[in-house]
């Protein structure tokens, strides 16, 4: 059972365009999510989080949106940047198991210059 | 600063042959400990985590085995590997403690290391 879904294996987008990448989840355990950017042959960085509470978290040219209702989040990068091009993660945590990160699959964002 | 080390980089093993990855966190203190794996077209599998010296909890029953022996040094073990091993193997450290975690404190990955069973 896929906990957390980033349906969009891939994304194209036109340097100084939006980007939004989307994610869905099931558990609603999750008590608040992140955002992790991953470039080839490197470990993710953490990029931005959101608590279950809240519904907007904005550090700079990343927001990051929680639609509760609908189990569904979103992260916008506006302007977009070539290096932004990376891979982006979604992750879900859980109180009960606080230790645990359950990750989507990822959405490769390429920004074309 | 904190600083996690990983590896080897890359490793190329045969076919029931043993793994041994390593992996360290400098700056910290009492740190947890993770090992994830990424797989072909998969998202991030936790495996393992650690709260403390001895302490390994597996989310996934597989062919792998992890140790803390010291409280900064976290091991991924197998006596031997199988083709489906094949990945990109994570460590990661984070001060999360207790049943409610902080989103402030999230996790701190290594730069992982490529595994091929051939």
């Known amino acids: 059972d896929q906990q957390v879904k980033q349906n969009s294996p891939s994304l194209s987008v036109q340097e100084g365009r939006i980007s939004i990448l989307n994610c869905d989840y099931t558990?609603?355990?999750?008590?608040?999510f992140l955002w992790y950017k991953k470039y080839p042959a490197e470990g993710p960085t953490f990029l931005i989080s959101?608590?279950?509470?809240?519904d907007k978290n904005e550090d700079g040219r990343f927001t990051v949106f929680l639609n509760k209702s609908a189990k569904h989040l979103s992260l916008h990068i506006v302007p977009s940047q070539p290096g932004d091009s990376a891979v982006y993660f979604c992750?879900?945590?859980?109180?009960?198991?606080?230790?645990?990160?359950?990750f989507g699959k990822g959405t490769k964002l390429s920004v074309i210059p | 600063s904190q600083t996690i080390h990983q590896w080897p980089a890359t490793l190329v093993q045969p076919v029931g042959s043993p793994l041994s990855l390593e992996c360290t966190v400098e700056?910290?203190?009492?740190?947890?400990l993770y090992w994830y794996r990424q797989a072909a077209g998969r998202g991030l599998q936790l495996l393992f985590y650690s709260v403390g010296i001895g302490q390994i909890s597996s989310e996934v029953p597989q062919n792998l085995s992890a140790s803390r022996p010291q409280d900064r040094q976290f091991i991924l073990s197998s006596k031997k590997l199988l083709l489906s091993d094949s990945g990109f193997y994570l460590c990661?450290?984070?001060?999360?403690?207790?049943?409610?975690?902080?989103?402030?404190?999230?996790?701190?990955f290594g730069n992982g290391t490529r595994l091929t069973v051939t």
């Open positions: 990661a450290w984070s001060v999360l403690r207790g049943a409610r975690s902080s989103y402030n404190s999230p996790l701190h």
């Open positions: 992750a879900g945590v859980s109180g009960a198991g606080s230790y645990q990160l359950t």
């Open positions: 700056g910290t203190s009492n740190p947890n």
């Open positions: 558990n609603s355990m999750f008590d608040y």
């Open positions: 959101i608590s279950s509470i809240k």
